[in-house]
């Protein structure tokens, strides 16, 4: 058979016999698909991988606004681009990680999840250059149309967003005084240009975030000089680049087998520090402070620009791969200042103290805008769902959103973890909407929930828009615990009949 990108493939359902999705009382539903995903970055691919394999006999295709997949990590250009998290968590459990490097580059992980659809077949599923704009579900069709910027629409039984929570059309920019008055260029990693030349140039970085800690040792070499410009300091720390363990891991299993070790191996250490740092918060800081000043040989400089005031994990650790950070400041290539600042002025950036910090060139690594399911606010039966007041079921399913699941991964670990539970959740949830014979089911609580911010962090972009995102309880299942290991052996055991509600369409309609 043979799959067209652009054209979907007709799915409708026989009458007579027990239904396979939905039977009227007087004709047949028809749909595009089974089940639209809507991104193909790690989480798009990783949904239709389950898909195919734990629910072979449903259609479904993923929409990618972009022309490439990758998500973020086809977005994303800037020097040094990479991942805080290892790859062999990173990475999808069902395709293992061959590369030597566990914490790998942006161009890297692009490949492999390039590699990964190609192998699987996932890649004929993706209709590129298909950005959705809009989302309708239709209580008495049990049918979600989906309009795309092209005025194309798509139907499907069940919504499935794999977009991720960034903005991948804007980032977050303080507005600076007198950014009109700098003589030089002005860059958001967000929007890096392929022409941008800093050899031999006066950098200034404004953030300190992971992207700040990635740019300012990729860009140093080739500057005359580079500053991190920071308003407070990060919990950084230093992991090796490559895993020791690992390669002997992997030289003495059979592949598979290995994979499946290392990942183990990662998941516990990373629960186990987060565990601890949680527990023994002035430990944990002990601890990060003491490797920072065995890299930089420094006390003074770490109190002052690597001691955070807020304990490790109250927002994300930054990861500076075999102390790369740390090795370019002790070099004098680059340096770090813990200040405000007052204004951009024509040489530079002037700060509250009155300094001037001349620059050729300033990255505003300012932090990213969060926006669920790529702008979309899904709609029903025309009316807007007021998403602030909803809660999250098992991480994935919202109140108030028929058929509908939203890939959110962790904040303290890697985020395909969590998406690829969500992905078998799914898979379950369509299983379990097939024996019961439902065409639609809903999340509901018995009992009223006391609301709890669903990314329950610190960090300013989080913070920036909790108003906007839909709502956690109190606890499981309504509670996003950020521990993979007891999602892992709970999420997928819940009883989803105690809090999916569920029935079938009672109008139907035909479609040609």
Not at 159 to 186: E, K, R, V, W
Not at 382 to 389: A, N, R
């Amino acid at each position: 058979m043979e799959f067209q990108h652009s054209r979907p493939r007709r799915h409708s359902i026989e009458c007579g016999g027990p239904p396979r999705w939905a039977v009227g009382q007087t004709g047949c539903v028809t749909w595009d698909f089974d089940v639209v995903v809507i991104g193909a970055g790690l989480s798009g691919i990783d949904a239709g991988y389950h898909l195919q394999t734990q629910c072979p006999d449903k259609t479904y295709t993923i929409l990618e606004a972009r022309s490439a997949m990758g998500g973020t990590w086809d977005l994303f250009r800037y020097p040094g681009i990479r991942s805080d998290s290892d790859l062999y968590t990173f990475g999808f459990p069902f395709k293992p990680w061959r590369d030597e490097m566990s914490l790998a580059d942006g161009p890297a992980i692009k490949r492999y999840i390039e590699d990964t659809a190609a192998e699987f077949g996932i890649d004929r599923h993706i209709q590129f250059d298909s950005k959705v704009i809009a989302a309708d579900f239709d209580t008495h069709t049990s049918t979600w149309t989906i309009t795309l910027a092209n005025d194309r629409t798509i139907t499907a039984n069940f919504l499935y967003s794999c977009a991720g929570y960034y903005d991948y059309d804007q980032g977050y920019l303080p507005d600076f005084a007198g950014m009109a008055d700098f003589q030089g260029t002005i860059v958001h990693p967000q929007f890096w240009p392929e022409d941008l030349d800093y050899r031999g140039k006066r950098v200034v970085v404004i953030g300190s975030g992971a992207t700040a800690v990635t740019l300012i040792p990729a860009m140093a070499p080739d500057t005359a000089h580079i500053t991190m410009l920071q308003r407070s300091p990060t919990w950084i720390s230093p992991l090796p680049r490559t895993d020791p363990v690992a390669d002997f891991t992997r030289g003495h299993l059979p592949e598979r087998a290995a994979h499946r070790l290392i990942r183990a191996k990662n998941i516990g250490l990373s629960t186990a520090f987060y565990r601890y740092a949680r527990q023994f918060p002035k430990s944990a800081a002990k601890l990060l402070r003491g490797m920072a000043v065995k890299q930089l040989r420094d006390e003074h400089l770490v109190d002052e620009h690597f001691s955070p005031s807020y304990n490790v994990w109250d927002q994300r650790v930054c990861v500076a791969p075999d102390g790369d950070l740390f090795q370019t400041i002790t070099s004098g290539k680059a340096d770090v200042v813990t200040a405000r600042i007052d204004r951009f002025v024509p040489e530079g950036i002037r700060l509250v103290s009155g300094e001037v910090l001349p620059a050729d060139i300033i990255i505003t690594a300012t932090g990213l805008q969060l926006l669920l399911n790529g702008g979309v606010e899904p709609t029903v039966d025309g009316s807007s769902v007021d998403l602030p007041e909803q809660f999250v079921l098992l991480g994935a399913m919202i109140t108030g959103l028929p058929n509908f699941a939203i890939a959110v991964g962790y904040t303290n670990a890697s985020w395909t973890l969590r998406a690829d539970l969500t992905s078998r959740l799914v898979c379950k949830v369509l299983r379990w909407m097939g024996q019961q014979s439902y065409t639609w089911v809903v999340p509901e609580s018995r009992a009223p929930l006391t609301p709890r911010p669903l990314l329950d962090m610190q960090s300013g972009y989080i913070q920036r828009a909790a108003g906007a995102f839909p709502r956690q309880g109190p606890k499981a299942p309504w509670r996003m615990r950020q521990n993979y290991m007891l999602d892992a052996v709970t999420t997928l055991r819940t009883d989803l009949g105690k809090y999916l509600r569920g029935g079938r369409n009672t109008v139907s309609t035909t479609t040609p």
